[in-house]
């Protein structure tokens, strides 16, 4: 899924898919794979997350609201 590697996130909390964090605004992906997340937070932080069970589509349109 490296066709949203560097991509910079503008939601400020995703779904609370990265859990009950709300600063993730400015927020840039660094790796993804079919079920998971990795992203860099603006304060060099590094967090991921995984989608049980979700399609490739369903990330994608995530990934695509997250970063609009």
């Known amino acids: 899924m490296d066709?949203?590697?560097?991509?910079?996130?503008?939601?400020?909390?995703?779904n609370r898919f990265f859990g009950r964090d709300y600063e993730l605004a400015g927020s840039v992906i660094l790796h993804?794979?079919?079920?998971?997340?990795?992203?860099?937070k603006?304060?060099?932080e590094v967090v991921s997350t995984w989608f049980e069970e979700?399609?490739?589509e369903y990330v994608?349109?995530?990934?695509?609201?997250w970063t609009e």
């Open 3 to 14: 066709w949203c590697v560097g991509l910079q996130i503008t939601s400020f909390y995703c």
């Open 32 to 40: 993804a794979g079919d079920d998971y997340l990795v992203i860099r």
């Open 42 to 44: 603006p304060n060099g």
């Open 54 to 56: 979700a399609s490739l």
């Open 60 to 65: 994608q349109s995530l990934v695509e609201n």
